[in-house]
């Protein structure tokens, strides 16, 4: 560990700090329908918007039909992007001549683009067309981001409001989320990821003869307009195969800062927007204090882990002290490198700077965990703000039985129905993770692609479901999955990861939302306190420890010892 590795993790969290509260004022107001700086310009195209879809911008919907909504909407994006991907090889824009994409492919990145989870089990610039590339995937990265923005003002509107039957406008929520926060921001960062190097063009590849006189294809593209929507909703799919290790998608250490904030970036300003709507803003803090703490003691674990090197070098005589740089970019180093792998897990984004293959067996635990514990450390754009409420209802309710009174959070009672739905909703990702990994590590064509024996073959398996289901899209990088099993069996881990998990959320928000709200007394547990937030980590990391250590054990904490003992996989 370095202090300038240090201090780059420290004006990372200040920055994210300074950023929450202005973002959540301005996505408060847009989601409230009150008026903004962009309204000028934006009113007019919102109402022709609603009048061209026929939506009536006051007409609320009860937690089942906004969901119906959604559901319909997700379903409707999944017909059109694997339509657009089988057909894509008479569609234009495609001057590299890409063939359509087999239907087990397209299917599983159908599944992988409308849950937010981008997983690719393609080589990118190889597979997918310009049009592919922009009417389908980078579509789907502003769409599927509005979507979980929409679901987590919905559950919050639930825990706000007084005796009301409604949650919002589904239809609402999305254009909104897109026109007023996702469209902006992505414009004005795209034109500095093109200053900063990055491609954005129609051209055909380039093909260039090296010094040795071999030819080389280089890929190039609209890259930055994707680019910058992948970060900012917490997407991950990379333009290309080696995702923001590539140069043109990450070619600098300045770009490489910028995309880890705007990871962070709605995340944390949703713990604002939160504290706004519930009239005070203490309440969001709180929450942010819950993440911000977890988020510390996973860049700790895995920069700590990196920065030792590799004990298997030590009979080598190599120089220790520079750390673990295997599958890592010079240019951005050790620190960077951890820094980026803990964010882009504690979100749901799948964008990687460095092969989490090559991670000390600790280091790659930490994302492992991240994504296992539901990505609620700031998590995706809205997902990570709805798992951990539904996490403080879960603490709440241990709060409520160790005193011996009825749970409540910001007034409302919370009574059986939202504790089972909060608790199916939690126990939906283990289910999938667990049971997708039994299955794939008894079977040949499960245990076939991974690259690697013993416990590192184990994590590769492990982590590919775990990204799938939290929705994630990242990977150990060591997994052969474009194979009908894989494609098949992550395809429908990612649908139960993100819609089995969203209806009992829902649920909550229609039940929450037609209770009165019940004055504080002396009885009532403080949920703005340092004790709530130590109750709430509490509640979180005891539940993931009791799931998952077991699967944790078999692949990096084994081959952590035996990697100290001088066996390797």
Aim: glycine share 12%; charged share 10%; with cysteine.
């Amino acid at each position: 560990m370095t202090f300038n590795g240090w201090a780059q993790i420290a004006l990372f969290g200040v920055l994210v700090i300074l950023l929450t509260k202005p973002l959540g004022g301005y996505m408060t107001r847009v989601f409230q329908g009150e008026r903004t700086l962009l309204s000028p310009a934006l009113r007019p195209l919102e109402r022709g918007i609603y009048r061209l879809c026929g939506v009536r911008e006051s007409q609320e919907q009860d937690w089942i039909a906004y969901a119906v909504a959604m559901l319909a909407f997700s379903v409707a994006g999944f017909l059109a992007l694997y339509l657009i991907q089988r057909a894509q090889a008479v569609l234009p824009f495609n001057p590299a001549g890409q063939g359509a994409i087999p239907p087990d492919l397209a299917f599983n990145t159908s599944v992988s683009f409308i849950t937010n989870t981008n997983w690719q089990s393609y080589v990118p610039e190889a597979t997918m067309s310009y049009l592919t590339q922009m009417a389908g995937l980078t579509v789907h990265n502003f769409v599927s981001a509005a979507t979980g923005i929409a679901l987590a003002i919905a559950l919050v509107r639930g825990f706000v409001r007084r005796s009301g039957r409604t949650i919002g406008n589904f239809w609402v929520d999305l254009t909104r989320g897109v026109l007023y926060v996702l469209l902006p921001i992505s414009i004005v960062v795209a034109l500095f990821f093109v200053w900063q190097g990055v491609p954005q063009n129609l051209n055909a590849y380039t093909e260039a003869t090296t010094l040795e006189g071999a030819k080389q294809v280089i890929a190039q593209g609209p890259v930055a307009s994707q680019e910058v929507i992948k970060m900012l909703g917490t997407n991950g799919g990379g333009f290309f195969n080696a995702n923001s290790a590539h140069p043109y998608e990450n070619p600098t250490a300045l770009t490489n800062f910028v995309q880890m904030l705007l990871i962070f970036s709605i995340g944390a300003a949703l713990t604002n927007v939160f504290g706004r709507m519930a009239g005070n803003q203490r309440q969001g803090w709180a929450i942010f204090s819950v993440m911000g703490v977890l988020f510390l003691l996973g860049v700790l674990a895995c920069y700590g882990a990196e920065a030792g090197g590799n004990p298997a070098f030590a009979s080598l005589n190599i120089d220790q002290l520079a750390g673990n740089m295997e599958g890592k970019e010079v240019r951005f180093g050790i620190a960077a490198s951890t820094l980026f792998t803990t964010v882009t897990t504690d979100a749901s984004c799948g964008a990687v700077n460095a092969m989490l293959d090559s991670l000390m067996p600790i280091a790659g635990m930490v994302p492992m965990i991240n994504i296992m514990l539901g990505e609620i450390i700031f998590g995706g754009v809205g997902s990570g703000l709805y798992g951990m409420l539904l996490f403080v209802i879960i603490a709440m309710f241990v709060a409520g039985l160790m005193v011996g009174r009825t749970p409540e959070y910001l007034g409302k009672k919370l009574e059986a129905k939202e504790v089972k739905m909060a608790m199916l909703a939690i126990l939906i990702l283990p289910v999938s993770i667990l049971g997708f990994t039994a299955l794939a590590a008894v079977l040949p064509v499960g245990t076939g692609a991974t690259a690697n024996a013993g416990p590192h073959g184990f994590s590769e398996m492990l982590y590919a479901y775990t990204s799938a289901t939290g929705n994630n899209g990242s990977a150990f990088a060591g997994l052969s999955a474009n194979v009908p099993f894989w494609n098949s069996t992550l395809g429908i881990a990612m649908f139960v990861g993100r819609f089995l998990m969203i209806v009992p959320m829902l649920a909550i928000a229609g039940s929450l939302a037609g209770k009165k709200i019940v004055p504080a007394s002396s009885g009532t547990f403080p949920t703005d306190r340092p004790l709530f937030v130590g109750l709430v980590i509490g509640v979180i990391l005891i539940t993931g420890g009791l799931i998952f250590f077991p699967a944790i054990a078999l692949g990096p904490l084994v081959e952590h010892f035996a990697l100290a003992a001088g066996q390797l996989f």
